[in-house]
């Protein structure tokens, strides 16, 4: 039936019935690429800050702390000396924190200067570590599914997340601020309102951002990097986290600047799982030996002295609760 | 009835109507028309076939190896451009040469495949091609950008790949994918158009016959004559071009359904088991670029993976020829080869041996995922281009059945048409 149709067809084409018709060519519109798991205008769910007293706070160190080899038996520790290297979730992203040099391919940074030191302390080999790459929003599910032991990725000390994995002391003090292309007129948080601003899933800053009187249009990514390419390609008007981060961005591109008063504190600790106490104590341990042994200030004057101004400041001092 | 009461009966188309001249006039007339519209119907008929024989040869067997064509040099490109991040430093040049050469055999591939379409189905909405035309600069774009960052240092280089990826990925392959079912699907359409069982042609030239006999037996109750040469070359006529028309139109069918069974059909399970080895491959390496973060890669990988097991099965159970058997057997082991690699790989990298496993993702050595990926992939190469062949053969052979025919129907409806006229005139001239 199909093909006497099609012959049908033939025969009145023959015959002239033919209509004509024109081509229209239509306007194109670009449509420019995003990157991955991108979304505009998605607010994070307004979860009410938790509140609660002196989060920064943690667990006083064992005193003296055990040798490499000599950890005790049936702690968290023994369990990792016997694996034989740390598993330490890590960010490749940012810039001088933690990233994957081109280069080399290797990943490093400040965040990882302190893994190794930790590595170094528990299993006498800063190079015993397995570096499991996380973004912000995988860093307390693969804590709690035991996928890492411990997450060292400019993760910011908060009540809501006290909750739900153990904190080291504060290991670096970042402030949250804003950054912009070289010729914007945006100079503060105030003046955010209606601009595209970017930042990380899950991320605190994503959260101070949607929580801005002014009422800027958060844009999450995965990835700080990605905010960056965002900004380039000129899809958001503003990246805002922590100073820290922003300055690795600004160092890649230098028609950006940071601007604004502070947003906010963001104290940076190593996250553990909620059960391992123990490791808690260990790691602040090694942090107290880190920082009053000059290890701290190196890795500092190494990976950020170039990036942020003024002189190198004096490492954290740790807080603990008992 | 004789002369003088024809004569008496009178005048006009109505008195003459029942007479015999002018039931004989009126065969006459009928079976030139007849003749003539069914030999113009049934020549439309053989020159559709001839024309989706045509098609097979020029347009759309070959629009369907450019569709694959696309899909693989864009895959390949992703999979290229992503690796080259997997190793630090210098990419190497061979790596660079690979990504150019997908590039270029992609976008060559697409102006052949544009040019031919009608404007109207690239202007349309959300069609495949306009798709594949707009983003493919702006891939091509980002790639360039990613490598300007990763030759300078900057982690920024991984951010621009990855988001250049996330455009091959969620945009361009799958409408390189939606491309080549289409273009499968007109293969198929004219596979069925150029292949089905003659049915227009026997009714059409049964039609002529059965009037042609009508015509003889009322000639015959008429005048008593039981031969009319005029009608006898007729009938001769309509009959060899019926039989001519059949034996063609069935050595087509056969052609075309061997051309299905040779030729498509396998390169169809073929190039779908290409297409899954590019993406298991993709997969693997996204993995590793993931370094962790990578879970939903290797999961898509185990998938992708077992298809590519179960198609390269099917595509061993259809062959049919004994080349094209050894071609996947050989893919066969090359890709069980590659499966212990990975396994390898993965063991590697999950031990924290993430140097390891990108040796083994992308190293030269023999027991290495990239050497047992490129032989899986040139096996495959090789069987599909000779079950194309085999597909080539079978359209030439239907083109070959089919030659002429048109004109064989031309002219002997034409006979048809003269034998059936000369052959009632002659009678018709001996009432005057």
Known sequence: MKRALVVLAAALTLSGCASVSTTVIPTVPAQEPLPGNASVGAAPPAAAAEQCTDPVASLRPPNPLPAPGQMPAGSTMAKIAQRGRLIVGVDQNTFHMGFRDPATGQIQGFDIDMARAVAQALLGDPNAVQLKVLTSDQRIPALQNGDVDIVVRTMTITCDRLKQVGFSAVYYDAKQRILVKQNSTIDGPAALGGKKVCATKGSTSLAAVAALPAKPVPVSVSDWTDCLVMLQQGQVDAVSTDDVILAGMAAQDQYTKVVGAPLADEPYGMAIPLQNQDFVRFVNGVLQNVESNGTWTASYQRWLGSLLPGATPAPPTPQYRD | ?????????????????????????????????????????????????????????????????????????????????????????????????????????????????????????????????????????????????????????????????REASTLMRTRLLPAAQDLYRTETGQVTDDQDGAGSFPILELLLGLAVLGLLVAAQITLYRRTNRVFNVGLLGATAAALVALLWVMVAGIAVMGDISASQRDGSAQVDTLAAARIATLAARSDETLTLVARGAGQAYQTDYTQVDKHLGDLLAKAGTQATDDKVRAKIDAARSDHAAWTAAHAKLRKADDSGDYGGAVTVAIGTGTDSAATAFDKLDGDLRDAIDQTRAAFNQKVADAGGALNGVVVVVAVLSVLTAAGAGAGIWRRLRDYR
Request: net charge negative; aromatic share 4%; no cysteine.
């Open chain 2, 1 to 161: 009835m004789t002369l003088v009461e024809a004569d008496r009966r009178g005048r006009g188309l109505a008195g003459l109507a029942g007479t015999t001249p002018g039931v004989l006039g009126g065969f006459a007339l009928v079976l030139i028309l007849v003749a003539l519209l069914a030999g113009a119907l049934t020549g439309l008929g053989v020159q559709s076939r001839v024309q989706a024989v045509d098609d097979l040869a020029a347009r759309t067997g070959p629009l369907s190896v450019a569709a694959e064509q696309i899909y693989r040099s864009l895959s390949d490109a992703d999979a290229t451009a992503t690796g080259a991040f997997l190793s630090g430093g210098l990419e190497p040049t061979a790596t660079r040469r690979r990504y150019e050469a997908d590039i270029a055999q992609a976008s060559g591939t697409l102006a052949v495949a544009v040019a031919a379409r009608d404007p109207g189905d690239v202007t349309a909405s959300g069609s495949t091609l306009a798709t594949l035309s707009e983003q493919l600069p702006v891939y091509a774009g980002l790639v360039e950008t990613a490598r300007a960052d990763n030759q300078q240092g900057l982690p920024l280089g991984a951010a621009y790949q």
